[in-house]
T-cell receptor, first 118, second 112 residues
Framework: GQQLNQSPQSMFIQEGEDVSMNCTSS?????WLWYKQEPGEGPVLLIA?????ELTSNGRLTAQFGITRKDSFLNISASIPSDVGIYFC??????????????????FGKGTLLTVNP | NAGVTQTPKFQVLKTGQSMTLQCAQD?????MYWYRQDPGMGLRLIYY???????DKGEVPNGYNVSRLNKREFSLRLESAAPSQTSVYFC???????????FGQGTRLTVV
């Protein structure tokens, strides 16, 4: 099954508030990816992290690659109504059923549903 | 720049019918994926192809087959559809398995 645990599962916040969410893994990851999905759309990449300790920003979004390489964090500052959506973390986890293709597969967390009240 | 294109966007099947979901990418990516998304379950990997000529099972492969037709195209086939396969299906591609993946718009499949 999935090896990524995202928390919280959902958040209800007021416009203007800051948001923090995180993702933890049972195994070491070499890459952390953060996506946002809006209703009726496919997930869209927000930030990619490739190095332990890396801190990367994309506008009001900031993500960090944890030092232990088993966790990552996403922060949204000064939230606005259009931040509403599901936020997913993802990374390459070991493929224990490798049939000759790859030792890794791209695994997603279950997502954090963000609701912003105007 | 189309990115990842999935067809069809919507489909209704009767139990036992078969169909193929098509996916094509124009980014010259090596790796392609099929995920399904169900409420509360996130994105679960069905099958993926790390590179042309290879395919591997993901978390939920039962009831599905895939074909990596060429570097651009990766199809997902349901041989005998079941109501449990009602879901939203997403295709994605990436340069390598451990790099950022880009998604299509999804196929909303209902099996009645």
């Amino acid at each position: 099954g999935q090896q990524l645990n995202q928390s919280p599962q959902s958040m209800f916040i007021q416009e203007g508030e800051d948001v923090s969410m995180n993702c933890t893994s049972s195994s070491i990851f070499n890459t952390w990816l953060w996506y946002k999905q809006e209703p009726g759309e496919g997930p869209v990449l927000l930030i990619a992290l490739y190095k332990a300790g890396e801190l990367t920003s994309n506008g009001r979004l900031t993500a960090q690659f944890g030092i232990t390489r088993k966790d990552s964090f996403l922060n949204i500052s000064a939230s606005i109504p259009s931040d509403v959506g599901i936020y997913f973390c993802a990374g390459p986890s070991p493929n224990h059923f490798n049939s000759g293709g790859s030792n890794y597969k791209l695994t997603f967390g279950k997502g954090t549903l963000l609701t912003v009240n105007p | 720049n189309a990115g990842v294109t999935q067809t069809p966007k919507f489909q209704v099947l009767k139990t036992g019918q078969s169909m193929t979901l098509q996916c094509a990418q124009d980014m010259n990516h090596n790796s392609m994926y099929w995920y399904r998304q169900d409420p509360g379950m996130g994105l679960r990997l069905i099958y993926y192809s790390a590179s042309e000529g290879t395919t591997d099972k993901g978390e939920v492969p039962n009831g599905y087959n895939v074909s990596r037709l060429n570097k651009r195209e990766f199809s997902l086939r349901l041989e005998s559809a079941a109501p449990s396969q009602t879901s939203v299906y997403f295709c994605a591609s990436s340069r390598q398995v451990y790099t950022e993946a880009f998604f299509g718009q999804g196929t909303r499949l209902t099996v009645v």
